[in-house]
């Protein structure tokens, strides 16, 4: 039975009863089958799994992005239980902000690139809120999917940085069969943006410069916030209609 727990002291009473390693995958609800495969992993490789669903505010930069996120309790909860999740934290805003967000973890330079170089504040929210859930749940091992690859080094970098006792674990991007990442974003495509979405995957595979691919997005109609190679990994940020979608590959 998956138990669900509201606030952080409820939560926090469940955990000192658990024995053994915690498995934990944070999520802002809308499940997929990318997260799907975190939730099997977590369940596999330890005694306990633990879930969270909050859509936190403070990550997004644009409000009316944070009103459209869709939210599918139902869907979620059975996807919990089919894969014996064994508690799902569910927290609400003032539980997990009872300073009302008057203190945050910042990171000064990766985070400044990229997606942070489009979304201001947005990984300060992300930073914060999973250091708040890390503190709540005390996971063992902490599962994120590479499609989030930036959100994922930053988080990695944080636990290092103040030697938190969990270890993260990537887990590799979940894909339609036509290429286009899993994203609890792709509901709100319309069916002719759907169609044309799986070019983000196969401009930036079958590029030979991160240019060519942006150049290739913007000929068919995708406003591209960035193409860039980092390292040995492309990135992509493109809008398709109303709706932002990412993705990266090793190169
Ligand atoms: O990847 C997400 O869904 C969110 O950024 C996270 C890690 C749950 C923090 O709100």
Wanted: charged share 25%.
């Amino acid at each position: 039975m998956t138990v669900v727990l509201r606030s952080p002291q409820e939560f926090k009473q469940w955990r000192r009863q658990q024995k053994g390693t915690v498995g934990f995958v944070p999520t802002m609800g809308a499940l997929h089958t990318g997260h799907e495969e975190l939730i099997k992993r977590a369940r596999k490789e330890n005694d306990v799994a633990v879930l969270s669903i909050f859509v936190n505010p403070t990550q997004f930069n644009d409000p009316k992005d944070f009103e459209k996120y869709p939210i599918t309790w139902d869907q979620d909860l059975k996807m919990a239980e089919d894969n014996k999740v064994d508690a799902i934290f569910y927290p609400r805003y003032p539980d997990m902000y009872p300073d009302n967000y008057r203190y945050k973890v910042t990171e000064s330079e990766y985070s400044k690139l990229l997606d942070g170089a489009h979304r201001p504040g947005h990984f300060d929210g992300v930073l914060s809120v999973v250091m708040k859930l890390f503190n709540i749940v005390s996971p063992t091992r902490a599962y994120f999917g590479e499609k989030d690859f930036q959100q994922m080094t930053l988080l990695q970098g944080m636990v290092e940085s103040f030697f938190m006792n969990l270890e993260i674990v990537p887990v590799p991007t979940v894909r339609e069969s036509d290429g286009l990442a899993k994203s609890s974003r792709n509901v709100r495509l319309s069916e002719a943006d759907r169609a044309k979405a799986p070019a983000i995957y196969k401009a930036i595979t079958q590029s030979n410069t991160a240019d060519e691919a942006a150049r290739i997005l913007t000929e068919q109609g995708f406003k591209v916030d960035y193409v860039t190679d980092v390292g040995n990994r492309r990135f992509v940020a493109a809008v398709l209609g109303e709706v932002r979608l990412i993705d990266n590959v090793q190169i």
